[in-house]
């Protein structure tokens, strides 16, 4: 993988896992990771996909899903922005407890998106995925998954790492989907991501998608 070798320890080997336990090993004792990811990183995940759901989103009703919510980044800006029906899934029980301390969300669950996700049909208004389709986490098969369990009219917000980007078929999987009219993509772009060295380290995109 290119443009990976300036990355702190931590987030370089979350990047290169061999399997989902060394993975659940590296974040479940990653007491760092905010201000790893925020000030070290420079991540900005959990910013530009909320700034892209909110720019179409206006019901402060809405139920919204953090997928893969980690330590709540996403949560806590819904929630200060008066969005508080939030719920937040995740694999790793140590992200969720530390999720849990901010308050922030109607529910916390175990879940993992490669596999079947246990909510019913058209659960939710939105999904927010910051930060979680990346390399060695998880890919786009999970689309579909997330497409059955927003309603219609409903919004899909996230980013993808570029390097998981051209590794995994995002572009043909996204492609199928708008010609089966599962959904409409509403914007794109992408966020060049510096790093505290003031290195350019990745490049996010954000992909912002209503349901049909
Ligand atoms: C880079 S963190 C992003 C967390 C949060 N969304 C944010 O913006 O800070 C990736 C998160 O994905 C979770 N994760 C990794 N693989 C997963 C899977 N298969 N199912 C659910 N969550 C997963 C990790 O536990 C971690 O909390």
Avoid at 90 to 99: C, G, Q, T, V, Y
Avoid at 127 to 153: Q, S, W, Y
Avoid at 162 to 167: D, I, L, S
Avoid at 197 to 208: D, E, P
Wanted: with cysteine.
């Amino acid at each position: 993988m290119k443009n990976t070798k300036n990355m702190i320890p931590t987030i370089f080997k979350t990047l290169h896992v061999s399997n989902q336990d060394e993975l659940g090993e590296l974040y479940k004792n990653w007491d760092e990771y905010e201000s790893d990811v925020i000030q070290l990183a420079g991540y900005v995940g959990h910013l530009i996909t909320t700034e892209a759901l909110l720019r179409h989103l206006k019901d402060k009703e809405a139920k919204i899903l953090d997928a893969g919510c980690g330590t709540g980044l996403v949560g806590d800006i819904l929630y200060s922005k008066e969005y508080k029906n939030i719920v937040g899934v995740d694999f790793s029980k140590e992200m969720l407890n530390r999720a849990l301390k901010k308050n922030v969300y109607e529910s916390l669950s175990l879940c993992d998106l490669t596999q079947k996700i246990e909510f019913e049909d058209n659960s939710f208004d939105a999904i927010v995925c910051a930060g979680t389709f990346t390399c060695g986490h998880v890919g786009p098969e999970a689309l579909n998954e997330m497409i059955r369990i927003t309603k219609n009219d409903g919004y899909i917000s996230f980013t993808v790492r570029k390097q998981e980007w051209e590794a995994s078929p995002y572009e043909k999987i996204i492609k199928e989907l708008e010609r089966s009219k599962l959904w409409q993509q509403v914007e794109r772009y992408t966020v060049k991501v510096q790093h505290s060295r003031g290195r350019n380290l990745s490049i996010m995109l954000v992909s912002s998608n209503q349901i049909k």
